[in-house]
């Protein structure tokens, strides 16, 4: 409980020049009579001052276009930025290679659906102990859902390129 109160105090306490920027409040430490140490923002019996580093703000600036808030200068001048012919290009390759992934996923996911057979897959040659089987099975079965969420994501990524 004496933690919980500590905590509480300390909280709202130490939240109080967060609420208000602007004003400056002396927090100050003190000690109850059962010993338990107390923060508060008005001197009292067996109280000390804090002295607490002052705090830091960013102003936020909304920008009209989007209505967002954001921090100003939030992209340095001298940031390095790429020509619009060089990412049109970036992002030609990176179309290519996720469409060359998904028809290879795509191909995989259609083999194993072959070899699964709606779920009764031939007995493989060499496999005489039933328990064999049944964890071919169940892999095969857990390869087919990981391979059809490979394709579901290699999808939502296509869709976001340019």
């Known amino acids: ?64 276009a989007t209505g967002r808030t954001t921090t100003a200068n939030a992209t340095p001048s001298d940031f390095p930025r790429v020509d619009a012919t060089a990412q049109r290009s970036r992002d030609s390759d990176r179309k290519r290679i996720l469409q060359d992934e998904l028809g290879r ?12 057979n709606g779920g009764q897959p031939a007995g493989a040659e060499g496999e005489k102990n039933h328990q064999r089987y049944i964890d071919r099975v169940e892999r095969l079965k857990n390869d087919i859902t990981r ?16």
């Open 147 to 162: 391979s059809e969420t490979n394709v579901a994501s290699l999808r939502r990524e296509l869709e976001g390129v340019k």
């Open 1 to 64: 409980m004496r933690q919980l109160l500590l905590s509480a105090t300390l909280g709202s306490c130490l939240l109080s020049p967060l609420a208000l920027p602007a004003a400056q409040a002396q927090i100050y430490r003190c000690q109850s009579p059962d010993g338990t140490p107390l923060f508060q923002n008005a001197p009292g019996k067996n109280c000390k001052p804090l002295d607490l580093p002052s705090l830091t703000t960013i102003p936020s600036v909304r920008t009209p």
């Open 105 to 116: 996923e795509q191909a995989r996911l259609e083999d194993m659906l072959t070899e699964y």
